[in-house]
């Protein structure tokens, strides 16, 4: 489609002209898209957010082998080494009962304090990473049956419910979104629809004298995507200063944790741009989709 | 030149309106299309610029075989044959300047051409003067003409007028046919489907008489032949 630059002008022109003319329709039309992509928008941050948390704790699953109180420190060595050739073992990291203890007491509180020296009521530790999340049951069955081993737990049951929650709140997700995405090019096509008919004298009269079916399309697609295009701004802007406000709310509570939001930057960059480019590209579709029948010879 | 052959055309409500025509028509031919009401005429003419396809037959409008070609080709045929209406359809929000250069400027036309153009035909059309008002601040017969200007403006080579004179009155009527003829002189193929008798018989041409969807009467220089 080589176009002569004039005529692109002329298209951005009239597409312009147009909006201004239909003024409250095209409001209209723009504060419904917002409205649709504020929720899509809203919906992608909580996705991915939950996605990321998901993800935290799917590597934050892991099994803690308690070590017997009567092993020496090379038994302590034997058992470290005999975990570490289990297939499914990734990582195996050594925490003394001082390292757990210190752990307690950040966590709960100074009053642990006077467990400290030889009144520490802990074990030591080995916490094993395995290769995959599911593998965590398999190790710790393996691991019980090892010698020195007082005990292995694991996360598991737990981190399974959540996998499980997590895909269904995804899938559900998705259709909404697909059905929000759908009303919207709706809004928008009927939108269209009105200011073609509003011109439908126009279009006879081009196809009368010879304009192609493309020139006579450019404008009501370009309106179309700066409805979308506009109707977006607007959501863009309001999440992004809700993510900022509460990116720095929620953060204080994951301090010291393995749990974080996904950061501003680049998460709400990219966010941005895909609720611009699905305005322009709904708001194509939706006028295309209008003008397919006004247009047949 | 424009050939027809067995061109039939059924409507989808099941209507006949044109029934099995043949018809040649030489480039610069000034041709009246009469009959009476509902006889096909119209149905005639929108097969020429292939606002209505024919069901049967084969018709070729210069170089274009309008049964054969794409939708995509249509626009260039619709700048090689331009079309006047009973109700002129100019646009109200445009300038009579505007509503011609409007033509132009849809098939992309450059602006110096399309200036000296507007101007041009204006001037052939005798409304240079009016370039600036607006369509409701003409009469009935300066809208016509300045239809005319625009169905001419991208120098078609075939101008189809469907009852160009329908909605004037006579002493207009005659207006609108004296620049009919200026542009026939300049080598332009006229097709005219008309009711006005006088015009037909006091300015001779070709004449198609069409009844039930079928010619039948085709003279040069011929008379009206109904009751006015
Ligand atoms: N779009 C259409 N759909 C169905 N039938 C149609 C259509 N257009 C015309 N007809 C029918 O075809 C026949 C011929 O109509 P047409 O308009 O060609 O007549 P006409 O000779 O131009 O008449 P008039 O002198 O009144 O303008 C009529 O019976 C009409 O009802
Ligand atoms: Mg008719």
Known sequence: MAMKLRTMGRHIKEAFKSLVRNGWMSLAAVSAVAVTLLLVGSFIALLMNVNKLASDVENDVSVRVYIDLAATEEQQTQLGEELETLPEVETVVYSSREDELQQVVGTYGTEFDLFEGDDNPLHDVYIVNTNSPEQTSVVAEKAEDLEFVSQANYGGAEADKLFKTMESVRNVGGVVIIALLLTAVFLISNTIRITIFTRRTEIEIMKLVGATNWFIRWPFVIEGALIGLVGAIIPTAIISAVYVYGYDMISTYFVGTYFSLLPVNPFLYQLGAVLLAVGVVIGSIGSLLSIRKFLRV | ?228
């Not at chain 2, 006047?84 to 036309?109: C, G, S």
């Not at chain 2, 239809?147 to 078609?156: D, K």
Request: charged letters at 25%.
């Open chain 2, 1 to 228: 030149m424009i050939e027809m052959l067995n061109v039939s055309k059924k409507y989808p409500n099941g209507i006949t309106a044109v029934n099995d025509l043949s018809i040649r028509i030489e480039q610069g031919e000034f041709v009246y299309v009469v009959g009476p009401s509902g006889a096909g005429k119209s149905t005639f003419i929108k097969m020429i610029y292939r606002e209505e396809l024919p069901t049967k037959g084969t018709i070729k409008v210069g170089d274009f075989d309008l049964a054969k070609m794409k939708n995509k080709q249509v626009p260039f045929l619709r700048r090689h044959v331009g079309v006047v209406f009973q109700d002129f359809k100019l646009l109200p929000r445009l300038t009579v300047y505007e509503n011609i250069a409007y033509a132009m400027e849809v098939v992309e036309k450059n602006p110096k051409a399309i200036k000296k153009r507007v101007l041009e035909v204006l001037d052939l059309v005798k409304l240079k003067h009016k370039v600036k008002m607006f369509p409701n601040e003409l009469s009935g017969g300066e809208q016509q003409r300045i239809a005319i200007a625009r169905a001419i403006a991208n120098m078609p080579r075939v101008l189809i007028c469907d009852e160009p004179t329908g909605n004037l009155d006579p002493e207009t009527s005659w207006e609108i046919m004296r620049i009919l003829e200026e542009i026939a002189n300049s080598g332009t193929t006229i097709i005219m489907a008309t009711h006005n008798s006088q015009i037909v018989n006091e300015v001779r041409h070709r004449v198609l008489a069409i009844e039930n969807g079928r010619i039948v009467r085709d003279q040069q220089e011929g008379d009206y032949g109904y009751e006015a």
